[in-house]
């Protein structure tokens, strides 16, 4: 296949999986930028940041016609992370390929595993919001993003829900709000590396990924969660497997 239609292809997956799950894309998108389109890891997290924040903004347009998603206290969650974010960013240029494929191996594995917990463990808790908690929990997702390109959506979806007592819908809305600002704090401290990154697969990629975060929301409202979180976390822990055993060898 040619790099266009291997872009097109990609993009639309990531698109379904942020559009559905509310996060996931990214975990996709740097393996998929690397592995079939070519791109080093370095470039691949700035490609993955770029795209998530364009994918995630017309998914967060969708969500917040339906009114599920909660301004207010998602800026509030996402604020915590910026400044991580801006500091892993620009630390992530510096390190090693081989690290930052295994740390991103790993990340993918402990989505994988989030998404096949049990359902009762994503519980909305009591309603009483910890602080402390929730900024912790918003600038360890704004490092995530800044070091390995990664929205974080996987982590901030049950992470609005156990932290901060969100439905699941409103924590699906509100985690792609937390997912532009840290993308976007991370993809500041990268502007001279975005200058270099090959925009003829970029571009179809990002139109593709839009294209597939509509369907996603549309193919939410007609599949259970837990189905779709159960086949992505599969294909997850395949694509995780793969990249130790490349970081290995």
Same mark, same amino acid.
């Given at each position: 296949? %040619? *790099? &266009?239609?291997?872009?097109?292809? +990609? $993009?639309? #997956? ?5 559009? @559905?799950?509310?996060?996931? !894309?990214?975990?996709l998108?740097?393996p ?21 924040t364009?994918?995630?903004l %017309? *998914? &967060?347009?969708?969500?917040?016609? +339906? $009114?599920? #998603?909660?301004w207010k206290?998602?800026? @509030?969650f996402?604020?915590? !992370?910026i400044l991580?974010?801006a ?5 992530a240029?510096h390190?090693?390929?081989a ?16 998404? &096949?917990?049990?359902?009762?463990? +994503?519980r909305?808790g ?23 390109g ?21 924590a ?43 369907d ?5 409202t ?6 779709l979180q159960?086949v ?16 290995a060898?």
């Amino acid at each position: 296949m %040619t *790099a &266009l239609v291997l872009a097109l292809i +990609a $993009g639309a #997956v990531v698109g379904l999986a942020l559009g @559905a799950l509310g996060g996931g !894309g990214s975990v996709l998108a740097v393996p998929a930028l690397i592995y079939l389109l070519g791109f080093t890891p370095a470039a691949a997290t700035t490609a993955g940041l770029i795209i998530v924040t364009a994918t995630s903004l %017309t *998914a &967060l347009y969708a969500h917040a016609r +339906a $009114g599920q #998603v909660r301004w207010k206290t998602g800026a @509030a969650f996402a604020a915590a !992370g910026i400044l991580p974010a801006a500091a892993a960013g620009a630390a992530a240029v510096h390190l090693p390929q081989a690290v930052l494929t295994s740390a991103f191996a790993a990340i993918a594995a402990l989505a994988a595993v989030n998404m &096949l917990r049990p359902a009762d463990t +994503a519980r909305p808790g009591s309603g009483d919001v910890r602080p402390g908690r929730a900024a912790g929990a918003g600038a360890g997702l704004g490092t995530l993003t800044g070091l390995l390109g990664v929205g974080g959506g996987f982590l901030a979806v049950p992470a609005l829900v156990t932290v901060l007592a969100f439905e699941m819908e409103a924590a699906v809305g509100t985690s792609l709000l937390v997912i532009t600002v840290n993308s976007l704090a991370s993809l500041a401290t990268r502007s001279g590396a975005a200058a270099s990154l090959d925009w003829a697969v970029i571009g179809p990629f990002i139109g593709a990924a839009v294209l597939g975060a509509r369907d996603g929301k549309r193919l939410a409202t007609k599949v259970s969660g837990p189905r779709l979180q159960r086949v992505f976390a599969v294909v997850l822990l395949a694509v995780a497997a793969f990249m130790l055993a490349d970081a290995a060898t």
